[in-house]
């Protein structure tokens, strides 16, 4: 499994009318926290679009328990729980900082491997060393 801590304040900008983190904002933090984990294994999303391959969201799924305000401090955990085969399935959990123990949201993206062409491929082998060599280990 990877495992990893995307850390972030809320921002203004992403409360609504109610005074908590809009809705759709959720996934923007977990690209962000997605593209982080993605550097910190490192493999950057721009050297697999080199090689030719890209990673399109092809399913995302959100539950909402409770919704962070402007200024939180907030973790994304990030994980991959499994061996990606033909997809890579990552999920995510959003605690505030000061009380961790209180999951705010889980949500989950599925991301195809597909050559620039849009046509499906395999996972590509720089990923897989990279899963290979950092698999089980934690970053925060």
Not at 66 to 94: R, S
Not at 117 to 128: H, I, Q, V, Y
């Amino acid at each position: 499994m990877i495992h990893y801590g995307y850390h972030f304040k809320v921002r203004y900008k992403d409360i609504d009318q109610m005074g908590v983190m809009y809705y759709s904002r959720y996934y923007e933090y977990f690209e962000a926290a997605r593209t982080d984990m993605m550097r910190d294994l490192g493999l950057t999303y721009k050297a697999l679009e080199a090689e030719g391959i890209m990673m399109p969201v092809v399913r995302s799924e959100s539950d909402y328990f409770a919704g962070p305000g402007f200024d939180d401090h907030l973790t994304c955990i990030t994980e991959v729980k499994q061996w990606p085969k033909g997809k890579m399935e990552i999920h995510y959990t959003l605690v505030n900082d000061d009380e961790p123990e209180k999951v705010l949201n889980r949500g989950k993206t599925i991301h195809a491997f597909v050559k620039m062409n849009g046509k499906p491929t395999r996972m590509p082998d720089s990923l897989k060393q990279v899963l290979e060599k950092k698999w089980n280990q934690t970053h925060e």
